[in-house]
């Protein structure tokens, strides 16, 4: 059993020195009392990621301005033009940091995420190399930003289209889009089920959270909670609810981050970041009707003008993403969980993670540990990539791309941690018959709904 060794060496305190923050809140867990309808085990920290975030103090408005005009001035899609669940990806589309068409290509994503947001290449190489496997091409890298497109498929030596890849949303959903999302609806929920589009009910439950919390602003701990909440929401709604390792348990998380750490403004006087109601609209294609309620416009976000990133010098990273999805484990364990309803609302129930980790997670508190954390993430998307390109592909193709996994796709998962000895994980998909939400199709009727 070499997991097992492994798996003491994790547990040993030395990984968690590393991140004596988290040791400390892990502390305090402990110590309280476990109260019901008190969601926060301990305080979700006021500043997530890397503890060094939490000292900034400078700001560089020559450097920090991002440009809304000539090249990068704001313009709706056209028709033909692809945009989806992403808030970030499609405002940088529509003001060319991505392609404007909305298909995303490596060379544009890890440039034109850092010119927009600051989103470090540690974070742009594993996300996008990830997504292309997922839900795109790995072969020429590019992927649609929205729902299929068929301008993401390689053609093959006869001039036939290669696959046919889902795009990050609709048949995407579970691959890297999961339910409990910011804004966007549960795909196979009863109601508000498009995994696409911004839902104004939860934008405007956000909002109210901010103002209870900090009389308007929207922070990363407003945000934790509100992740906690639109958890619970689905559970108490969606009998399809599902929440795989890396979809559900850390990219709709790394995804709450990502709206205050890359949509935040900046000043002097604020160095690490402010989100106003207004720029948080802005982002996420949101205006005012006469009667001063949110009306969502598909696919229209928009970059405020005169708005400032976050500086070079405090990138968000790939460690920040797992830093801070430890955290929220941390502070919340019960959204931290692997599993989903059982085809009834109010019906969740855990996986076991042992037997899914092959021994590496045993409960919610060992990813509370960042290394863990990264390790869970890698064995995960390792065990689930095969089968879904599995569904994707076929022939000479699958297996090309099945060899691509060792030379493309394993290197970009290094940023999570070198992970070595680590058992192997099993599919998320071998628990499927438990939960209706967990099958992965691809095309046809998929929503019971509709
Ligand atoms: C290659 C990079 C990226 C990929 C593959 C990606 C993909 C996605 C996906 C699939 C979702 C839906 C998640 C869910 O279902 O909960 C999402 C949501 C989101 N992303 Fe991204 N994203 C990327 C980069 C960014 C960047 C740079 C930003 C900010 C500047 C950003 C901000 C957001 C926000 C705020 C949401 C939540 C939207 C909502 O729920 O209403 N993302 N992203
Ligand atoms: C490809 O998949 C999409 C859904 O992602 C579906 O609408 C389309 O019909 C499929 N095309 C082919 C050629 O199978
Ligand atoms: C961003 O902050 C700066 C400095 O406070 C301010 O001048 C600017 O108007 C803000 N931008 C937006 C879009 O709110």
């Excluded at 009392?33 to 060094?52: T, Y």
């Excluded at 033009?81 to 992403?86: H, S, V």
């Excluded at 499609?90 to 890890?110: F, K, M, Q, W």
């Excluded at 407003?222 to 609810?241: C, G």
Aim: hydrophobic content about 35%.
């Amino acid at each position: 059993m070499v997991g097992k060794q492994f798996v003491a060496l994790l547990g040993s305190p030395l990984l968690v020195a590393g991140f004596p923050h988290i040791a400390e809140m892990l502390e305090k867990q402990k110590m309280q009392e476990r109260q019901v309808g008190v969601p926060a085990l301990v305080p979700f920290p006021e500043f997530p990621g890397s503890p060094a975030h939490a000292l900034y103090d400078k700001f560089d408005p020559g450097s920090q301005r991002v440009s809304t005009s000539g090249e990068h001035e704001f313009r709706a899609p056209g028709p033909g033009d692809i945009r989806g669940p992403c808030a970030g990806l499609n405002a940088a589309a529509n003001h060319g940091y991505l392609p404007r068409d909305g298909i995303a290509t490596a060379e544009s994503v890890n440039t034109g995420l850092w010119e927009a947001f600051g989103l470090d290449k540690t974070a742009t190489l594993f996300l996008q190399t990830a997504t292309m496997f997922f839900d795109g091409d790995p072969i020429s890298g590019r992927w649609s930003i929205g729902y299929h497109s068929d301008e993401t498929n390689s053609l093959g030596l006869l001039g036939d289209l290669l696959g046919n890849q889902t795009g990050i949303c609709a048949y995407g959903h579970l691959k890297t889009e999961a339910d409990a999302s910011i804004t966007r609806g549960d795909w196979l929920a009863p109601e508000m089920n498009s995994n696409c589009a911004s839902y104004p009910v939860f934008a405007q439950e956000l909002l109210d959270l901010a103002k209870k919390r900090t009389g308007g602003n929207i922070t990363p701990q407003v945000l934790a909670e509100h992740s906690y909440n639109r958890k619970q929401y689905s559970i108490a709604n969606n009998p399809n609810y599902f929440s795989p390792p890396y979809a559900g348990v850390a990219f709709t998380f790394g995804a709450h981050m990502f709206a205050f750490e890359l949509l935040a403004n900046h000043s002097a006087e604020e160095p690490r970041g402010f989100l106003t109601p207004e720029v948080f609209e802005s982002f996420f294609s949101y205006t005012r009707d006469e009667n001063d309620q949110l009306v969502f416009t598909y696919g229209h976000e928009r970059i405020p003008d005169n708005w400032y990133k976050r500086a070079d010098d405090d990138a968000w990273t790939l460690s920040d993403i797992l830093i801070s999805t430890a955290q929220q484990c941390a502070s919340y364990p019960s959204a931290c969980q692997v599993g989903g309803n059982t085809g009834e609302v109010n019906s969740f129930s855990g996986v076991n993670v042992g037997d899914l980790s092959g021994g590496l997670i045993n409960s919610v508190e060992d990813l509370s540990d960042p290394a863990r954390m990264g390790c869970f993430i890698r064995q995960a998307i390792q065990a689930d990539v095969p089968s879904f390109l599995d569904k994707v592909f076929n022939g000479a193709t699958l297996n090309t791309l099945l060899g691509l996994v060792d030379t493309m796709l394993t290197p970009a998962l290094q940023g999570l941690g070198a992970c070595e000895g680590i058992p192997a994980g099993r599919s998320m998909f071998e628990y499927g018959s438990e939960y209706p939400g967990a099958k992965i199709v691809q095309e046809g009727p998929r929503n019971p709904y509709k």
